[in-house]
């Protein structure tokens, strides 16, 4: 009777230690706000099938409006932004650490 009660806290010590799970092998299942319009590129519509799917299509922000939010997601750019605006507030606190803009009429698809 020993020996068994010994063989099953045995059992029971390689189980918990063969099915640990740590947190780091767990890919995150969600991405923060600020990154989830980064994943979606904008799709070019078709021009006979516009009008069917209108309602049903995501709303394309504009560069301007992402960087407003991301402006409003640090709070040292948002205080500035309430007293010289967004544009001037994402230009002091981001475009240092993001890439060099393009020029306007090189579009990308």
């Given at each position: 009777?020993?020996?068994?009660l010994?063989?099953?806290?045995?059992?029971?010590v390689?189980?918990?230690?063969?099915?640990?799970?740590?947190?780091?092998?767990v890919?995150?299942?969600?991405?923060?706000?600020?990154r989830a319009?980064?994943?979606?590129t904008?799709?070019?519509?078709?021009v006979?099938?516009?009008?069917?799917?209108?309602p049903f299509?995501?709303?394309?922000?504009?560069?301007a409006e992402?960087?407003?939010?991301?402006?409003?997601?640090?709070s040292?750019?948002?205080?500035?932004?309430?007293?010289?605006?967004?544009?001037?507030?994402y230009q002091?606190y981001?475009?240092?650490?993001?890439?060099?803009?393009?020029?306007?009429?090189v579009?990308?698809?």
């Amino acid at each position: 009777m020993r020996s068994l009660l010994q063989f099953l806290a045995l059992c029971a010590v390689v189980a918990l230690c063969a099915c640990y799970v740590t947190s780091s092998l767990v890919p995150d299942m969600f991405v923060p706000p600020d990154r989830a319009n980064s994943f979606f590129t904008p799709q070019r519509s078709n021009v006979y099938g516009q009008f069917n799917r209108y309602p049903f299509m995501r709303k394309i922000k504009s560069p301007a409006e992402r960087h407003a939010e991301t402006c409003e997601d640090y709070s040292p750019c948002r205080s500035y932004a309430y007293r010289f605006g967004y544009q001037q507030a994402y230009q002091k606190y981001f475009t240092s650490r993001s890439q060099p803009q393009r020029p306007a009429a090189v579009r990308r698809y």
